[in-house]
């Protein structure tokens, strides 16, 4: 799979709760990859968290940010990337995500409530209706999502394991594709 993928970075991409963090950390040990999570950088940068940069400095500063941390890790190679889930809205962070080979985990709403229930930390689902607000996200930003090199759907009872395991299997198939292109 290293031969394939010949060091370039993979990005994982989709909504806030579909495991692009948990999955991201699998799919680096099995590739013998390095692991970051953009919103865990931002936290460090920042010195406070994703809901305090929302809440201090607003949701504009918090994606400028997102596309500096971005800017930086495209610069290296064999990392897997967990990104935030509204990345994707800044044309300018295609730009960076196209230096890799962009995943998109796709989990249905009723899945990321499901996950999503008891997190206080997601500053966009502090909303009367949490699961109307994930389905207005998701319709937002779908036909961007829709961009990535490979579209992993999840389904209910699969693991992170399986689902890391998934996307391993299906590499391959997009790489191939792609340097059928050139």
Request: aromatic share 6%.
């Amino acid at each position: 799979m290293n031969d394939l993928l010949k060091g370039i970075n993979v990005f994982l991409i989709g909504m806030m709760g579909a495991g692009k963090t948990t999955v991201g950390g699998l799919l680096a040990s099995e590739l013998g990859y390095g692991f970051c999570d953009t919103d865990a950088l931002i936290e460090q940068i920042a010195g406070k968290t994703i809901n305090e940069i929302f809440a201090e400095d607003g949701e504009e500063t918090f994606r400028q940010l997102e596309t500096q941390v971005l800017s930086q890790l495209s610069a290296y190679q064999q990392l897997i990337v967990a990104t935030g889930g509204g990345i994707v809205l800044k044309p300018q962070n295609w730009s960076y995500l196209h230096y890799g080979l962009v995943v998109w985990l796709d989990v249905p709403v009723a899945m990321l409530i499901e996950r999503l229930q008891e997190d206080t930390t997601r500053p966009l689902l502090q909303k009367p209706d949490p699961a109307l607000e994930l389905q207005k996200i998701l319709d937002q930003r779908r036909s961007l999502y829709e961009l990535a090199d490979l579209h992993i759907c999840e389904d209910f009872g699969e693991t992170p394991p399986q689902i890391a395991s998934r996307v391993i299997t299906e590499i391959p198939k997009v790489l191939k594709k792609s340097t059928q292109k050139n």
